[in-house]
């Protein structure tokens, strides 16, 4: 799928994936813990940590030899995914939570609130500027003229 929305929503896009992931960037790292924080049935959870695994966006640790066990820590990958969640969260807050935000991102230091914006890093102006378009290129390495 040449697509990178429909692409990362193949690793990332089934809820209780990201609601995994979230908890992981939160320190959960064992199965025990995950299970008992969602509340997922145990099935559910193994085929979701395998497939986190496989995409690359966890790392499957062992910490027991006997009896074995293992934990899940966020990869490279799966650290970059936390401004996702974020902006995910503030989206949610703002359009989708009548009575007001229960989970709130707050700045450690000042104990402020901080609400997540995406902007370019090179001029600092936030992507949702009417400026910025996306534009749909040639995958790299195609010739210009689209032939092979």
Request: charged letters at 30%; glycine letters at 8%; a positive charge.
């Amino acid at each position: 799928m040449a697509c990178p929305i429909a692409r990362s929503l193949e690793r990332v896009g089934e809820w209780w994936s990201m609601l995994i992931l979230r908890d992981a960037l939160r320190g959960t790292t064992r199965f025990d813990d995950f299970q008992a924080g969602l509340g997922i049935a145990p099935n559910m959870l193994s085929r979701r940590l395998k497939a986190l695994v496989a995409a690359g966006l966890l790392e499957k640790r062992r910490y027991s030899d006997r009896p074995p066990r293992y934990e899940y820590v966020p990869t490279e990958c799966g650290r970059d995914f936390r401004p996702v969640l974020q902006t995910l969260l503030a989206w949610g807050n703002r359009h989708f939570a009548p009575d007001g935000p229960r989970v709130r991102i707050v700045d450690t230091e000042t104990g402020e609130t901080a609400e997540p914006i995406v902007v370019d890093r090179r001029t600092g102006r936030p992507l949702s500027d009417p400026v910025f378009r996306t534009v749909y290129g040639r995958p790299a390495g195609q010739p210009q003229d689209g032939t092979a």
